[in-house]
């Protein structure tokens, strides 16, 4: 072992904050790994039938949190009918993103716009019953409702 005790922690502390994969190459964090492979947006918005749809796709997690952010927020612009937020493709869903529909309700119930989420999963269906205050289904209206 060559160097002093300084030389090495500094070596050991260099080591440990840029991680590396095979080769030496820098491993890619989750959210760099999801724009490489091009995963779908998390998030979209669509109108239907005169009613705005929100879409959640996959993992709703602090890595995309951004991205559903800027969905939910484009609904404070939008004058049109009903407003739905699809929650059926969410295989996960952070608090954070529950706190962000709550925040889109309560600007909804300020404009007198319905805001309904739609849900068919326990897990999710339960931590939406925990917070409260919204208006669940189990489908998006077809163009006769």
Do not use: W
């Amino acid at each position: 072992m060559s160097g002093t005790c300084g030389e090495r922690r500094r070596r050991l502390h260099r080591a440990r904050s840029a991680p590396t994969g095979a080769g030496g190459r820098r491993r890619r964090g989750p959210q760099e790994a999801r724009k490489a492979v091009g995963q779908p947006q998390s998030a979209s918005t669509r109108i239907l039938d005169g009613r705005v749809v929100v879409t959640l796709h996959g993992e709703i997690d602090i890595a995309n949190l951004p991205a559903v952010e800027r969905e939910l927020a484009r609904l404070e612009h939008v004058h049109a009918g009903d407003v739905y937020v699809d929650l059926r493709a969410v295989t996960f869903l952070d608090v954070r993103v529950v706190g962000e529909l709550v925040r889109a309700r309560d600007h909804a119930d300020r404009r007198d716009t319905p805001m309904r989420l739609v849900c068919l999963r326990p897990f999710t269906l339960r931590l939406l019953e925990m917070v409260g205050g919204f208006a669940v289904v189990d489908g998006l209206p077809g163009p006769a409702d």
